[in-house]
């Protein structure tokens, strides 16, 4: 079993910044994909960014690309999102999640994938 805890979130005006964190409890979490996904009010839960367990390969939903990065490190179970030059549209809760060691070419964009998820985090950006 895999719990998922994440902080960063926040109100913000557009342009600025945050940073997500979500750390993983267990010894597994260098061999888990992880990804960020995010539901916005009276919207389906959308694909934000995903990073696999190894190479460090990352993957972003077109809104967010050059704006958001995602990052881990396997050292502290942790993994980050990086969201900058936020805009009122990115207001959601976003959730952590985790996959349950899936083969390394599984398509990690998909929300089918991951097995374990957070309790989500509100991300909130005035205009």
């Known amino acids: 079993q895999v719990q998922l805890i994440e902080s960063g979130g926040g109100s913000v005006q557009a342009g600025g910044s945050l940073r997500l964190s979500c750390a993983a409890s267990?010894?597994?979490?260098?061999?888990?994909?992880m990804g960020w996904f995010r539901q916005a009010p009276g919207k389906e839960r959308e694909f934000v960014a995903a990073?696999?367990?190894?190479?460090?390969?990352?993957y972003y939903a077109d809104s967010v690309k050059g704006r958001f990065t995602i990052s881990r490190d396997n050292a502290k179970n942790t993994v980050y999102l990086q969201m900058n030059s936020l805009k009122p549209e990115d207001t959601a809760v976003y959730y952590c999640?985790?996959?349950?060691?899936?083969?390394?070419?599984?398509?990690?964009?998909?929300?089918?994938?991951?097995?374990?998820w957070g309790q989500g985090t509100q991300v909130t950006v005035s205009s």
């Open positions: 999640a985790a996959d349950r060691s899936r083969p390394y070419s599984a398509n990690i964009r998909v929300g089918e994938v991951y097995d374990y």
């Open positions: 267990g010894r597994t979490f260098s061999s888990r994909h």
């Open positions: 990073i696999r367990w190894s190479a460090g390969v990352t």
